[in-house]
T-cell receptor, first 116, second 115 residues
């Protein structure tokens, strides 16, 4: 079956512009995660959606970052007034479980964001 | 609180020799532990996971890891490295806090394979 997909695969933008990154999780997966991977760094947790519950936004680095998940499926990560330090690969993952620590996450290929 | 430390940022081995990628964790709760692999320009893929069952966990591509609670370690091993194993490897700890899981990724270990 289809895996997690993300679009665009690459995005180049100018400092100060807004960007939207899209994630299509695996069908039926109730949990969705966003991470940021900066060059040479590990993954930084950003936000977590689980079903219809309020999202866990504890990882968002600033109020310029926001995310939505419509209809329990597709998610959009929005970065407003982008800064050069926002340049990174943004990864989305989904999982089948209820948010258990044992859940396996399935990752998309990522969106590489470059802010000039 | 929980954390995960990958002790080596880069490991280089010769093809056919054993691989050891080290991971230590700390967690106030019984953790689940994972190893993910990221090949260049590809998404992260689960190698294996520990979820409080058998302490020796076997994964894909001949990798395995042993959960050692006394040493708070979850090192990844493979008896014989293959060129295709060259990639970035991430150790991950996850534990339940109230109603939400907290998932922490290590900083990664880049594995290089010498011919």
């Amino acid at each position: 079956g289809a895996g997690v997909s993300q679009s665009p695969s690459n995005k180049v933008t100018e400092k100060g512009k807004d960007v939207e990154l899209r994630c299509d999780p695996i069908s039926g997966h109730t949990a969705l995660y966003w991470y940021r991977q900066s060059l040479g760094q590990g993954l930084e947790f950003l936000i977590y959606f689980q079903g219809n519950s309020a999202p866990d936004k504890s990882g968002l680095p600033s109020d310029r970052f926001s995310a939505e998940r419509t209809g329990g499926s597709v998610s959009t990560l929005t970065i407003q007034r982008t800064q050069q330090e926002d340049s990174a690969v943004y990864l989305c993952a989904s999982s089948h479980g209820s948010g258990s620590p044992t859940d396996t996450q399935y990752f998309g290929p990522g969106t590489r964001l470059t802010v000039l | 609180a929980q954390s995960v430390t990958q002790l080596d940022s880069h490991v280089s081995v010769s093809e056919g020799t054993p691989v050891l990628l080290r991971c230590n964790y700390s967690s106030s709760y019984s953790p689940s532990l994972f190893w993910y692999v990221q090949h260049p320009n590809k998404g992260l893929q689960l190698l294996l996971k520990y979820t409080s069952a058998a302490t020796l966990v076997k994964g894909i591509n001949g990798f395995e890891a042993e959960f050692k609670k006394s040493e708070t370690s979850f090192h990844l091993t493979k008896p014989s490295a293959h060129m295709s194993d060259a990639a970035e490897y991430f150790c991950v700890v996850s534990a339940q806090y109230s109603s939400a899981s907290k998932i922490i990724f290590g900083s990664g270990t880049r594995l290089s394979i010498r011919p």
